[in-house]
Nanobody, 118 residues
Framework: QVQLVESGGGLVQAGGSLRLSCAAS????????MGWFRQAPGKEREIVGS????????DYADSVAGRFTVSRDNAKNTVYLQMNSLKPEDTAVYHC???????????WGQGTQVTVSS
């Protein structure tokens, strides 16, 4: 069992930066692929990025590639999402998730709101 808690969301102006954190409980954290997702009002949830258990593979959605960076610290049971050059269209609730890889996600956090003003 893994419990996930996101933090770091808030209100930022366009062009600004935020760093989200996702703290996990449970000793199995280091074996899971971790993902960041977002869902804006009226839109479907979309994956933002993911990182393999070792950090050796990191993937990004085209919409955030070059602006967002996913990283993890297995010693701290934490995964991060560094968001730079934020745009109003990045406004959404951001969730982290854990799973075995591919499109399988077993555990979800409650989400943290990110609002980017123009």
């Amino acid at each position: 069992q893994v419990q996930l808690v996101e933090s770091g969301g808030g209100l930022v102006q366009a062009g600004g930066s935020l760093r989200l954190s996702c703290a996990a409980s449970g000793r199995a954290f280091s074996i899971y692929t971790m993902g960041w997702f977002r869902q804006a009002p009226g839109k479907e949830r979309e994956i933002v990025g993911s990182i393999s258990w070792s950090g050796g593979r990191i993937d990004y959605a085209d919409s955030v590639a070059g602006r967002f960076t996913v990283s993890r610290d297995n010693a701290k049971n934490t995964v991060y999402l560094q968001m730079n050059s934020l745009k109003p269209e990045d406004t959404a609730v951001y969730h982290c998730a854990a799973g075995p890889g591919g499109s399988n996600w077993f555990y979800w956090g409650q989400g943290t709101q990110v609002t980017v003003s123009s």
